[in-house]
């Protein structure tokens, strides 16, 4: 009965052998706009090889990825050409690393951390350049006196607010996120869990995000797939997987969380 | 009219991998219509399947069998079959559910959590936060708690901040369970005001009503449960 836009991101059978050891086996959905979309499963089922394949970092054995661009619609991210995807992965994805380190660049200032992603899609103005890096810096509730500092002084949780300012600043269509708050302590879990939701929300971004983490997935995500040996086992709206349960896999994973 | 809710033949059962492997069967072959303005009281021991019916409306359990009809919009949705996008509009403007708990970020403030029913809506933030105010205020919760997280609210005041979430909006369909389970009465008055505004504008409401005073107080008609093997 809804008539709306296509999926964002189509995943077809995608299939990932490393040197014939499966990463991951036949998994295919699809991410709409503005749809938060989590992976869950253990360590090892697979969760990180389907986000590396679905956002151009690695490509897979078989199956496709297509993703619909702003001007020429689904394009297969990869048989189109380099320059076209590296722009793509500059402007309308974002990737937030569970390892902060990976994502920022460590010798460089706050700001011009967040103002090199702006620079790289053309950006050249001194003063709006700085100007986006404060407000962003602002939005992640970060003190906005730190931008000229180095990410190395700052702690986990900053960096990983870092990095996800660095990511929103050229207006993304779609996050990849591998575990965002996998390293850092529970308080500060818990307001970058706030502060993501609302900017998902607010931004009416998609977002993929990979976490071993129920309670993460629960409070985050519209949809889940739970993993398990390289495939997915089950998937449906994020409760229903919860609270209902379907397949032995997902049914020991939910019940073994414990409750605080 | 069709009814706001129609159920015909609902099977649930529920099969539990990692304990033998046993099966469970709740509901074979449940009935239900509700029409708007009508508040309807699911009735019968624990255990029978009355918050399982609910989260079957919801769609937070997955029905074996039977369809879920619910008006949404100019027609209706089947939420057995819906797609998962289809279902979270239902839920967004049509169907709201009080559950037995309060589900939320840690440290989300307790009116933005009742604001952002109204925020997914669409409305504006600021007219969303203020309805949320009024709505906590109304169920006795102080204005000094609004701007505080409910994770430190005691037990009652966390029912009410997940009373005020739903009450905030006016949804066409309510499901409700055990509404008034941990509040004194006084705050138990105020949702039974709640409730019976709520029919009066024309919602269609299905609940779980423990307390038989409540259950009088506010149910239109009782639809009793009785066991799955019984009823095949």
């Known amino acids: 009965m809804m008539q709306e836009a296509p999926p964002l991101l189509s995943a077809r059978g995608v299939t990932k052998f490393y040197e014939g050891i499966p990463g991951c086996r036949d998994v295919s959905f ?43 619609g689904p394009a297969d991210i990869y048989r189109m050409s380099e320059p076209a995807r590296r722009l793509l992965m500059r ?9 902060p380190r990976e994502g920022l660049r460590m010798g460089v200032s706050a700001g011009a951390n967040i103002g090199e992603r702006l620079m790289a899609v053309g950006a050249r103005h001194y003063g709006n350049i700085r100007q986006a890096a404060n407000d962003w810096l602002d939005k992640v509730e970060m003190d906005t006196g730190r931008m000229d500092d180095l990410p190395i002084t700052f702690s986990g949780g900053m960096q990983q607010r870092l990095q996800i300012a660095r990511n929103l600043v050229t207006a993304p269509r779609i996050v990849f996120m591998d575990e965002p708050t996998g390293n850092l302590d529970v308080s500060v879990q818990a307001r970058l869990l706030d502060l993501l939701r609302g900017l998902v929300t607010d931004l009416g971004l998609a977002a993929v995000i990979v976490t071993h983490d129920l309670a993460v997935a629960r409070l985050l995500s519209h949809r889940l797939l739970v993993m398990r040996r390289g495939k997915v086992v089950e998937s449906g709206l994020t409760d229903q997987v919860l609270d209902d349960p379907q397949h032995p896999y997902s049914q020991l994973l939910v019940s073994s969380v414990i409750h605080p | 009219m069709t009814a706001a809710i129609r159920i015909e033949g609902l099977a ?25 303005g009508e508040c309807v009281a699911l009735h019968g021991p624990s255990g029978i399947g009355k918050s399982t019916v609910l989260r079957c409306i919801y769609a937070n359990y997955r029905a074996d069998r039977g369809r879920i009809l619910v008006r949404h919009r100019d027609g209706t949705v089947d939420m057995a079959a819906a797609h998962p996008r289809e279902i979270l509009a239902v839920r967004r403007e049509t169907v709201g559910h ?32 203020k309805a949320a105010r009024r709505m906590l205020q109304r169920l006795n919760i102080p204005a000094e708690l609004h701007r505080l997280a409910p994770a430190t609210f005691s ?6 901040v997940n009373l005020a979430r739903v009450f905030v909006a006016d949804y066409p369909v309510l499901l409700l369970d055990e509404p008034t389970a941990s509040l004194d009465r006084e705050n138990r008055d105020v949702v039974l005001k709640l409730i019976r505004e709520a029919a009066g504008r024309g919602a269609a409401i299905a609940g779980i009503f423990h307390d038989s005073e409540v259950r009088d107080a506010v149910a239109t008609r009782t639809v009793p449960l009785i066991a799955a093997r019984e009823a095949a």
């Open chain 1, 30 to 72: 699809e991410v709409w706009p503005g749809e938060v979309l989590g992976i869950v499963g253990e360590s090892g089922s697979g969760k990180t090889t389907v986000l590396n394949c679905i956002s151009a970092r690695l490509e897979p054995t078989s199956g496709t990825v297509e993703y619909a661009t702003r001007h020429d």
């Open chain 1, 91 to 99: 402007t309308d994805w974002g990737f937030v690393h569970q390892n």
């Open chain 2, 155 to 160: 037990g009652g005041e966390q029912q009410r």
């Open chain 2, 12 to 36: 649930k059962s529920f099969t539990l991998h990692n304990q033998g492997g046993v099966r469970l069967s709740v509901l074979d072959g449940f009935d239900l219509a509700v029409e708007a």
């Open chain 2, 98 to 129: 009080v559950s037995q708990f309060l589900r939320v970020i840690p440290r989300v403030a307790a009116e933005d959590v009742v604001a952002e029913t109204l925020r997914g809506r669409g409305a504006d933030p600021e007219a969303a936060t």
